[in-house]
């Protein structure tokens, strides 16, 4: 096992701290860690792709699981499949789709470690059917603060915490999963564009189920009577009959030219603030321009389609030397309003948000801290250091609250511990359970000091 001192972030890079990294090479090796924590306790880390600070854990351990990445088995009569909490859902991708399975949930980048998506209970883009990742979870392997492995089923309560949990009732070393079965490597796709909000919600809601994966981009720049236009995107898995008779069998392959991890701008230092706000509206006026305003039956590969921005440069750079704060709420049906005043706030601010992604969640996760609740998400990127952008958004905070919505714990990296309690209704009893299992505090992170978790 490699252990090492370091300085860590999330994606977002946003507070680094600094922390005893260790690279355990099996169970035993992490158990060994959490037996043998310190006083500031520890915390499981994939790929850092959580945005804000759920993965770190100043002046204390972090237990870098990216290693333990062994598919066990894949039982592609029944679709199940047993695999460590390290493997990547990318990876799972891979291995999968040419046995004619997918993974149960996938969210918009293939980056995130099962564990991961469990301890964050990840929607993806077709939440009102199949819910959010750990409802497809048969059985997990949960390293607790006794140093102890067990195996948690669903429907019990340690399940519940877990699922989401963020990984403060332990380490999830390994997961069975039920998963998808599909006939093609191609999705058919659709998109539209719509000329304001009230339309893109119209379009959405029209739609129904009928093509189950389904969410929007916003352009949070626009204003007057184009504010909250967007690009709705649509899709279905394609069966044999829809593909064309040259095509073979699909390739997952990365798009050329796009090693993750790269710049956008190689050697090019991030935008000044002042050009930031122009350069990312006319990005957002070429990118509504140029979708076509209708457009059905395009096929797609199944990777193309669900982690298109996996295949692009990385785009943090360009946010500035302070990184980048990524804001996702929802609020319910019925609430549309509060939707609209959110919008026109961030428009009429000139906030320079290039990504923005509208989708609508089906019924609640049984997780304590599950997210997804029914309604819609709005999710945005946004430099963390546009001044005042902390009370803008402790605004924003509060006309969600005060509409029954929530902010997304997994990505948060600045909300209040008041607005959290208020927006997670079963906290406390989320507090309690860890309180009784882990009584000297063995699984702490960043996040949870700073909202009280």
């Not at 969210?107 to 959010?132: M, N």
Request: charged share 25%; with cysteine.
């Amino acid at each position: 096992m490699s252990v090492d001192t370091v300085s860590l972030t999330g994606w977002g890079r946003t507070a680094p701290t600094t922390a005893v990294r260790f690279r355990p090479r099996g169970d035993e090796e992490a158990a060994a860690v959490v037996r043998g924590r310190g006083p500031r306790g520890v915390i499981a880390r994939g790929l850092g792709r959580s945005p804000g600070d759920a993965a770190q854990n100043a002046g204390g351990s972090v237990l870098d699981l990216s290693g333990l990445a062994r598919i066990g088995g894949v039982d592609a009569t029944a679709g199940v499949v047993r695999c460590d909490a390290g493997v990547s859902l990318e990876r799972l991708l891979r291995v999968l789709l040419p046995l004619g399975w997918l993974p149960p949930v996938l969210p918009g980048t293939g980056r995130v470690t099962v564990g991961g998506a469990i301890a964050s209970d990840l929607p993806g883009l077709d939440h009102r059917r199949a819910g959010s990742f750990t409802r497809h979870v048969s059985a997990l392997e949960l390293l607790t603060a006794d140093g102890e492995v067990r195996t948690v089923l669903p429907g019990t309560t340690l399940f519940d915490a877990t699922a989401g949990g963020l990984g403060l009732t332990g380490v999830v070393l390994g997961a069975t999963l039920r998963l998808r079965r599909v006939t093609t490597g191609l999705m058919a796709v659709s998109t539209e564009r719509a000329g304001d909000l009230d339309d893109l919600l119209a379009r959405l809601t029209a739609g129904g189920d009928r093509l189950p994966y389904a969410s929007a981009w916003v352009d949070l720049m626009a204003r007057g009577r184009a504010t909250g236009r967007g690009v709705l995107t649509r899709g279905e898995h394609a069966t044999p009959d829809m593909r064309p008779a040259h095509a073979e069998r699909t390739r997952l392959s990365r798009r050329p030219g796009a090693a993750p991890g790269r710049s956008l701008l190689p050697g090019l230092p991030p935008l000044p603030g002042g050009l930031l706000g122009p350069a990312a509206a006319l990005c957002n006026e070429v990118r509504y321009r140029g979708t076509p305003r209708a457009r059905t039956g395009e096929l797609r590969p199944v990777p193309a389609f669900f982690h298109a921005s996996d295949a692009l440069p990385d785009v943090r750079p360009l946010y500035g030397r302070g990184g980048l704060v990524r804001y996702r709420f929802t609020v319910g049906y019925g609430q549309e309003e509060t939707l609209h005043r959110v919008v026109r706030r961030i428009a009429a601010r000139r906030s320079p948000a290039v990504r923005a992604v509208l989708q609508r969640f089906g019924a609640a996760d049984p997780g304590l801290l599950s997210f997804a609740a029914p309604g819609w998400s709005l999710e945005l990127d946004l430099p963390a250091a546009l001044p005042g952008l902390a009370r803008f958004l402790d605004g924003v905070d509060e006309e969600v609250a005060a509409a029954g919505g929530r902010v997304c714990l997994a990505k948060d990296s600045r909300m209040r511990p008041e607005t959290a309690a208020a927006m997670y209704p079963r906290l406390a009893e989320f507090r309690e359970l860890r309180a009784r299992l882990d009584p000297t505090g063995a699984f702490r992170s960043d996040l949870s000091r700073r909202l009280g978790l």
